[in-house]
Every structure is written in structure tokens, then in C-alpha cells.
């Protein structure tokens, strides 16, 4: 569903990766690995139309994403993409429950689709009863579960996750590693930045960024 064909980036005279090319198909989870400052970031980011490459194409369903105009990448965004990127993307000074509900609506009225309830999802990632209480009072940890709970309602059809589980202890770790795979099981296609040895295993494919793509 994702196909990244030729792709490169460069940061001034630097060149952060060259030639990458990879697929993630649905129900795929893919690790991107390698030491920091490699450009995995910067990978996702080109994925979620957030930075630009220099060279190569990224096709979702056979169209080149990079070449989307405004209104075309916002319905990419809005319809098919879900990031998990730690400290990101939280209304801070809002409740954990608006949090949820300014992302779902629109999605729940173009679908229609029966997700987990807001209610349902916080449950999951185990914050229940948690959702009338401000996002900027709570730990880095609950936030991400927060972002994770966002994305189980949603449930886009390409995940984006950058260092998901970094703030995270190894039950917290091992629950959003499940809730990923979960979305996976349910058609998703998943894509994670990360330095961590359990998530990097719980992957069906991992590409070192700079060097080929390994299969398990
Ligand atoms: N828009 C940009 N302009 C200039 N330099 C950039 C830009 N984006 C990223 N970089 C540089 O590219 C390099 C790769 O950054 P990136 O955040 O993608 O690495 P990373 O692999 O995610 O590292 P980490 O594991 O530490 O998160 C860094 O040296 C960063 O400073
Ligand atoms: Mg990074």
C-alpha cells in the first residue's frame, strides 16, 4: 500500500539517506532502525507529508503522495494517515476526552466505521476514567497512551510512529506494541522509528536506514 521507490534526502551538503526503496503492505509492521541522527525521522516524516524528499516517489495506492497538492495531502491526511510521535500532536491545555473527539468526528462521519468508542479506547491503553483530566498534568507515558487511544478510534489505514514506546515502561511497551498490532490485524499498514530491541522484534520487517532491507 506504501511503495517508496529511488527515494532520497539531503540536508545541505549531507546526505541523510540514498535510494531507499520499501514496501509496506497491509497488515505489515516495519521497524526502521539505525543510529541517531541516520534520518529516521526524517523518514517518517517524508512518509506523513511533513518533509520532502529530494529524489524518488512514495505511492499510496499507485499515486505519488509527494506531488499531492493542498488539498489532496490533507485528505491523505485526514483519511488515511494516524501518527504516534511522542510529545506530539496533544491539545495540551485540552481534556483528555476532547483530545480523542477533535480527531474522530470527522473520520466517523466520512466512514461511518464502528471503532472503539472514546470511552472503549482509553480502557485499552489503561486510562480508564482518566478522560476529563488536562493533557499538559499528565506523564509523557500517559500522553503517548493518550496519542495511542486517539489513534485506536481513528484507526487510519498507514500508521506513522516515531520512537513510540520511548517513554514507556516494559507493560506500557508490551501495550502499545499489542494495540499496534492489532490496527496491523485490521488491515493497517505500520511504520516505526524506534531504538528498542522489543519493538524492533515484534516487527515483521526492519530496514536499517542507510543499508538494505533485512526480512525476518
Ligand atoms: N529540515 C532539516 N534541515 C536540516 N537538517 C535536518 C532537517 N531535518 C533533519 N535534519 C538533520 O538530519 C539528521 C537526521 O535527523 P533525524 O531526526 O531524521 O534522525 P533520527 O534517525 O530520527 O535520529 P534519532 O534516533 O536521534 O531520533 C539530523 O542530523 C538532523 O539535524
Ligand atoms: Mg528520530
Not at 509492521?29 to 529516521?40: E, F, I, R
Not at 476532547?98 to 461511518?112: H, I, M, S, T
Not at 499528565?138 to 487510519?156: H, N
Amino acid at each position: 500500500m506504501i511503495d517508496v521507490e529511488g527515494l532520497s534526502k539531503s540536508c545541505g551538503e549531507r546526505t541523510l539517506w540514498r535510494d531507499v526503496s520499501l514496501t509496506v503492505g497491509p497488515g505489515e509492521m516495519l521497524a526502521l532502525v539505525g543510529p541517531s541522527g541516520s534520518g529516521k525521522s526524517t523518514l517518517l516524516n517524508c512518509l506523513g507529508l511533513l518533509d520532502r524528499p529530494n529524489a524518488g516517489v512514495i505511492r499510496h495506492e499507485g499515486k505519488d503522495i509527494t506531488r499531492f497538492g493542498r488539498r489532496e495531502a490533507r485528505l491523505f491526511r485526514r483519511d488515511v494517515l494516524g501518527y504516534l510521535f511522542q510529545g506530539y500532536a496533544l491539545i495540551e491545555n485540552a481534556t483528555v476526552e476532547e483530545n480523542l473527539e477533535v480527531a474522530v468526528k470527522p473520520r466517523r462521519a466520512l466512514r461511518d466505521q464502528a471503532g472503539p468508542s472514546v470511552a472503549e479506547a482509553l480502557q485499552r491503553v489503561g486510562l480508564a476514567g482518566r478522560h476529563k483530566e488536562t493533557v499538559h498534568r499528565l506523564s509523557g507515558g500517559e500522553q503517548q497512551r493518550v496519542a495511542l487511544a486517539r489513534l485506536l478510534v481513528q484507526q487510519p489505514r498507514l500508521v506513522l510512529a516515531d520512537e513510540p514506546t520511548a517513554a514507556l515502561d516494559r507493560d506500557n511497551t508490551g501495550m502499545v506494541l499489542d494495540s499496534l498490532r492489532e490496527m496491523s490485524r485490521a488491515g493497517c499498514a505500520v511504520v516505526i522509528a524506534t531504538h528498542d530491541d522489543t519493538v524492533r522484534d515484534a516487527c515483521d520487517n526492519v530496514f536499517a536506514v542507510g543499508a538494505p532491507l533485512v526480512s525476518k
